[in-house]
Protein backbone atom coordinates (compact mmCIF):
# COMPACT_ATOMS: atom_id res chain seq x y z
CA UNK A 1 0.00 0.00 0.00
CA UNK A 2 2.92 1.93 0.73
CA UNK A 3 4.06 2.13 -3.09
CA UNK A 4 0.22 2.95 -3.90
CA UNK A 5 0.16 5.91 -2.04
CA UNK A 6 3.82 7.01 -2.24
CA UNK A 7 4.57 7.80 1.76
CA UNK A 8 5.55 4.69 4.08
CA UNK A 9 2.86 3.17 6.44
CA UNK A 10 3.89 2.44 9.92
CA UNK A 11 2.60 -0.23 11.78
CA UNK A 12 2.03 0.48 15.38
CA UNK A 13 1.42 -2.88 17.64
CA UNK A 14 -0.77 -1.68 20.50
CA UNK A 15 -1.34 -4.98 22.54
CA UNK A 16 -4.36 -5.73 24.55
CA UNK A 17 -7.30 -8.08 25.35
CA UNK A 18 -9.20 -8.22 22.74
CA UNK A 19 -7.18 -5.25 20.37
CA UNK A 20 -9.41 -3.03 22.83
CA UNK A 21 -6.29 -0.31 23.43
CA UNK A 22 -5.83 -0.19 18.99
CA UNK A 23 -9.32 0.06 18.53
CA UNK A 24 -10.42 3.20 20.90
CA UNK A 25 -6.94 4.75 19.50
CA UNK A 26 -8.55 4.49 15.82
CA UNK A 27 -12.26 4.87 16.89
CA UNK A 28 -11.13 8.25 18.16
CA UNK A 29 -8.60 9.34 15.70
CA UNK A 30 -9.32 12.36 13.00
CA UNK A 31 -11.56 10.49 10.18
CA UNK A 32 -9.12 11.49 7.40
CA UNK A 33 -7.90 7.99 6.48
CA UNK A 34 -4.57 8.34 7.70
CA UNK A 35 -5.06 6.32 10.83
CA UNK A 36 -6.17 2.79 9.97
CA UNK A 37 -6.99 -0.49 12.42
CA UNK A 38 -6.18 -3.74 11.79
CA UNK A 39 -9.55 -5.39 12.72
CA UNK A 40 -10.00 -9.42 13.33
CA UNK A 41 -12.48 -11.59 14.76
CA UNK A 42 -11.05 -10.53 17.95
CA UNK A 43 -13.02 -7.51 17.69
CA UNK A 44 -16.51 -9.37 17.15
CA UNK A 45 -15.59 -11.66 19.98
CA UNK A 46 -14.98 -8.24 22.73
CA UNK A 47 -18.33 -7.30 22.11
CA UNK A 48 -19.65 -10.52 23.41
CA UNK A 49 -17.00 -11.01 26.21
CA UNK A 50 -16.57 -7.57 27.82
CA UNK A 51 -19.86 -5.95 29.57
CA UNK A 52 -18.20 -2.45 28.06
CA UNK A 53 -15.97 -1.53 25.72
CA UNK A 54 -14.75 2.32 25.44
CA UNK A 55 -16.49 2.26 21.86
CA UNK A 56 -19.36 0.92 19.58
CA UNK A 57 -17.37 -1.36 17.08
CA UNK A 58 -20.00 -0.96 14.45
CA UNK A 59 -20.97 2.54 14.92
CA UNK A 60 -16.99 4.12 15.53
CA UNK A 61 -15.58 2.20 13.46
CA UNK A 62 -15.86 1.44 9.58
CA UNK A 63 -14.74 -1.92 7.97
CA UNK A 64 -13.04 -0.85 4.57
CA UNK A 65 -12.38 -4.44 3.46
CA UNK A 66 -11.35 -7.60 4.39
CA UNK A 67 -7.36 -9.34 3.71
CA UNK A 68 -8.08 -12.72 4.12
CA UNK A 69 -8.79 -15.67 6.32
CA UNK A 70 -6.74 -18.21 9.00
CA UNK A 71 -8.34 -21.42 8.45
CA UNK A 72 -7.95 -23.90 11.82
CA UNK A 73 -7.73 -27.42 12.40
CA UNK A 74 -7.96 -30.74 14.59
CA UNK A 75 -4.11 -31.80 15.43
CA UNK A 76 -2.67 -34.21 17.42
CA UNK A 77 0.78 -35.69 18.07
CA UNK A 78 2.02 -38.06 15.06
CA UNK A 79 2.48 -40.93 18.41
CA UNK A 80 -1.25 -40.29 19.14
CA UNK A 81 -3.41 -43.16 18.93
CA UNK A 82 -5.93 -41.38 16.79
CA UNK A 83 -5.35 -41.16 12.81
CA UNK A 84 -9.51 -40.14 11.96
CA UNK A 85 -11.76 -37.50 13.49
CA UNK A 86 -14.62 -40.06 13.68
CA UNK A 87 -12.02 -42.16 16.12
CA UNK A 88 -11.67 -38.78 18.35
CA UNK A 89 -15.64 -38.50 18.58
CA UNK A 90 -16.11 -41.85 19.46
CA UNK A 91 -13.52 -41.92 22.16
CA UNK A 92 -15.00 -38.80 23.45
CA UNK A 93 -18.51 -39.93 23.06
CA UNK A 94 -17.72 -43.65 24.77
CA UNK A 95 -15.27 -41.50 27.66
CA UNK A 96 -16.88 -38.24 28.79
CA UNK A 97 -14.18 -36.04 29.80
CA UNK A 98 -11.37 -37.81 29.66
CA UNK A 99 -10.45 -36.26 26.10
CA UNK A 100 -8.31 -33.24 26.37
CA UNK A 101 -8.22 -30.34 23.74
CA UNK A 102 -5.29 -27.54 23.59
CA UNK A 103 -5.82 -24.14 22.79
CA UNK A 104 -4.55 -20.47 23.68
CA UNK A 105 -6.06 -18.16 26.21
CA UNK A 106 -9.93 -18.50 27.17
CA UNK A 107 -12.22 -16.49 24.87
CA UNK A 108 -9.73 -16.66 22.24
CA UNK A 109 -10.62 -17.40 18.86
CA UNK A 110 -8.93 -21.08 19.25
CA UNK A 111 -10.86 -21.64 22.59
CA UNK A 112 -14.18 -20.84 21.30
CA UNK A 113 -13.15 -22.96 18.20
CA UNK A 114 -12.55 -25.75 20.97
CA UNK A 115 -15.99 -24.82 22.56
CA UNK A 116 -17.58 -25.38 19.12
CA UNK A 117 -15.96 -28.66 18.60
CA UNK A 118 -17.12 -29.87 21.85
CA UNK A 119 -20.50 -29.09 20.87
CA UNK A 120 -20.96 -30.09 17.79
CA UNK A 121 -18.97 -33.66 18.31
CA UNK A 122 -21.63 -34.13 21.02
CA UNK A 123 -18.74 -34.87 23.60
CA UNK A 124 -17.95 -33.63 27.08
CA UNK A 125 -14.21 -32.92 26.44
CA UNK A 126 -11.60 -31.33 28.62
CA UNK A 127 -10.15 -27.86 27.44
CA UNK A 128 -6.95 -26.75 28.58
CA UNK A 129 -6.11 -23.14 27.95
CA UNK A 130 -2.19 -22.28 27.02
CA UNK A 131 -0.87 -18.93 26.85
CA UNK A 132 0.93 -19.10 23.71
CA UNK A 133 0.87 -21.36 20.20
CA UNK A 134 4.14 -22.77 21.13
CA UNK A 135 3.04 -23.82 24.61
CA UNK A 136 -0.30 -25.38 22.87
CA UNK A 137 2.40 -27.53 20.46
CA UNK A 138 4.80 -28.68 23.35
CA UNK A 139 1.97 -29.44 25.07
CA UNK A 140 0.84 -31.69 21.96
CA UNK A 141 4.18 -33.08 21.39
CA UNK A 142 4.99 -34.01 25.13
CA UNK A 143 1.37 -35.63 25.55
CA UNK A 144 -0.42 -33.68 27.78
CA UNK A 145 -3.29 -33.19 25.50
CA UNK A 146 -4.82 -35.44 23.09
CA UNK A 147 -5.85 -33.02 20.64
CA UNK A 148 -4.96 -29.04 19.61
CA UNK A 149 -7.34 -27.00 18.06
CA UNK A 150 -5.10 -23.92 16.41
CA UNK A 151 -4.68 -21.48 13.62
CA UNK A 152 -2.69 -23.49 10.04
CA UNK A 153 -0.33 -21.06 10.03
CA UNK A 154 1.70 -22.01 13.45
CA UNK A 155 1.16 -25.43 12.73
CA UNK A 156 2.56 -26.04 9.41
CA UNK A 157 5.70 -27.28 10.12
CA UNK A 158 5.29 -29.31 12.27
CA UNK A 159 2.93 -31.18 10.02
CA UNK A 160 5.17 -30.90 7.07
CA UNK A 161 8.31 -32.39 9.21
CA UNK A 162 5.53 -35.32 10.48
CA UNK A 163 5.58 -34.16 14.27
CA UNK A 164 1.98 -33.58 14.17
CA UNK A 165 -0.67 -35.28 12.09
CA UNK A 166 -4.04 -32.72 11.27
CA UNK A 167 -7.30 -34.67 11.24
CA UNK A 168 -10.02 -31.83 9.64
CA UNK A 169 -9.62 -28.31 8.66
CA UNK A 170 -12.58 -26.03 9.75
CA UNK A 171 -12.96 -24.49 6.66
CA UNK A 172 -15.91 -25.36 3.98
CA UNK A 173 -13.08 -26.64 1.53
CA UNK A 174 -9.50 -28.22 2.02
CA UNK A 175 -6.25 -26.61 2.35
CA UNK A 176 -3.94 -25.91 -0.86
CA UNK A 177 -1.54 -26.75 1.64
CA UNK A 178 -2.85 -29.81 3.40
CA UNK A 179 -4.63 -31.36 0.68
CA UNK A 180 -5.15 -34.62 2.11
CA UNK A 181 -6.90 -33.47 5.22
CA UNK A 182 -10.72 -33.94 5.22
CA UNK A 183 -12.86 -30.45 6.27
CA UNK A 184 -14.47 -31.32 9.41
CA UNK A 185 -17.66 -31.39 7.46
CA UNK A 186 -16.05 -34.21 5.36
CA UNK A 187 -15.05 -36.08 8.77
CA UNK A 188 -18.28 -36.07 10.22
CA UNK A 189 -19.05 -32.80 11.94
CA UNK A 190 -21.05 -31.21 8.90
CA UNK A 191 -22.23 -27.88 10.88
CA UNK A 192 -18.47 -26.92 11.85
CA UNK A 193 -16.88 -23.87 10.32
CA UNK A 194 -14.54 -21.80 11.79
CA UNK A 195 -12.09 -19.02 10.33
CA UNK A 196 -10.27 -16.34 11.79
CA UNK A 197 -9.97 -13.41 9.62
CA UNK A 198 -8.62 -10.02 9.07
CA UNK A 199 -9.88 -6.55 7.63
CA UNK A 200 -9.04 -2.64 7.88
CA UNK A 201 -10.83 -0.23 9.17
CA UNK A 202 -11.17 3.37 10.25
CA UNK A 203 -13.16 5.99 11.89
CA UNK A 204 -17.06 5.81 10.63
CA UNK A 205 -17.06 9.32 9.67
CA UNK A 206 -14.28 8.58 7.15
CA UNK A 207 -15.47 10.46 4.24
CA UNK A 208 -16.67 7.70 1.31
CA UNK A 209 -14.14 9.18 -0.96
CA UNK A 210 -11.10 8.28 0.73
CA UNK A 211 -12.74 4.78 1.90
CA UNK A 212 -12.93 3.93 -1.61
CA UNK A 213 -9.19 4.95 -2.40
CA UNK A 214 -7.80 2.83 0.58
CA UNK A 215 -10.14 0.04 -0.85
CA UNK A 216 -8.35 -0.06 -4.11
CA UNK A 217 -4.86 0.12 -2.57
CA UNK A 218 -5.73 -2.74 -0.77
CA UNK A 219 -7.15 -4.39 -3.53
CA UNK A 220 -4.03 -3.89 -5.20
CA UNK A 221 -1.62 -4.98 -2.40
CA UNK A 222 -3.63 -8.38 -2.36
CA UNK A 223 -3.09 -8.62 -6.12
CA UNK A 224 0.96 -8.61 -5.63
CA UNK A 225 2.58 -11.74 -6.15
CA UNK A 226 5.11 -10.84 -4.19
CA UNK A 227 2.12 -10.54 -1.38
CA UNK A 228 0.32 -13.23 -1.81
CA UNK A 229 3.74 -15.84 -1.55
CA UNK A 230 4.40 -14.11 2.19
CA UNK A 231 0.20 -14.80 2.99
CA UNK A 232 0.46 -18.24 1.45
CA UNK A 233 3.12 -18.79 3.43
CA UNK A 234 1.30 -18.29 6.71
CA UNK A 235 -1.82 -20.29 5.67
CA UNK A 236 -3.94 -17.15 4.89
CA UNK A 237 -6.49 -17.46 2.08
CA UNK A 238 -6.64 -13.99 1.13
CA UNK A 239 -9.37 -12.21 -0.06
CA UNK A 240 -10.08 -8.47 -0.54
CA UNK A 241 -13.90 -7.26 -0.15
CA UNK A 242 -16.61 -4.04 -0.17
CA UNK A 243 -16.79 -2.09 2.68
CA UNK A 244 -20.36 -3.13 2.73
CA UNK A 245 -19.28 -6.64 2.92
CA UNK A 246 -16.26 -6.25 5.27
CA UNK A 247 -19.44 -4.75 7.49
CA UNK A 248 -21.74 -7.62 6.67
CA UNK A 249 -19.04 -9.74 8.11
CA UNK A 250 -18.55 -8.11 11.47
CA UNK A 251 -21.93 -8.25 12.04
CA UNK A 252 -22.62 -11.68 11.18
CA UNK A 253 -19.12 -12.54 13.82
CA UNK A 254 -20.69 -10.33 16.13
CA UNK A 255 -23.78 -12.62 16.50
CA UNK A 256 -22.13 -15.93 16.34
CA UNK A 257 -19.63 -15.61 18.43
CA UNK A 258 -22.17 -14.42 21.05
CA UNK A 259 -23.64 -17.56 20.79
CA UNK A 260 -20.76 -19.55 21.13
CA UNK A 261 -19.80 -17.36 24.39
CA UNK A 262 -23.13 -17.37 25.97
CA UNK A 263 -23.38 -21.54 24.82
CA UNK A 264 -20.01 -22.07 26.23
CA UNK A 265 -20.71 -20.21 29.34
CA UNK A 266 -17.59 -17.93 30.03
CA UNK A 267 -18.21 -15.23 32.49
CA UNK A 268 -17.50 -11.46 30.78
CA UNK A 269 -15.05 -9.59 31.90
Known amino acids: M ?16 GSIVASQAVA ?21 LFKKLPYDVQKDLLPVSTLGYFDL ?12 LRQVIDAGRAS ?34 YKSSPAVLMGLLGGEIDLAVEILGPMLGQTSSGAVRALAISAETRHATLPEVPTAAQA ?16 AATPAPVVERLNRA ?52
Open 28 to 48: TSKPDGHTLLLISNANAVSVN
Open 188 to 203: GLPNYRVASWNAIAVP
Open 96 to 129: PGKLSIGTIAVGSTQHLAAKLFEAEAGIDALIVP
Open 2 to 17: SKTFGQPIVVENKPSA
Open 73 to 84: GVFTSAKSRYST
Open 218 to 269: IREALASPAVQAKLDKAGMRYQASTPAEAQALLGSEIKRWGEAIRRAKIELE
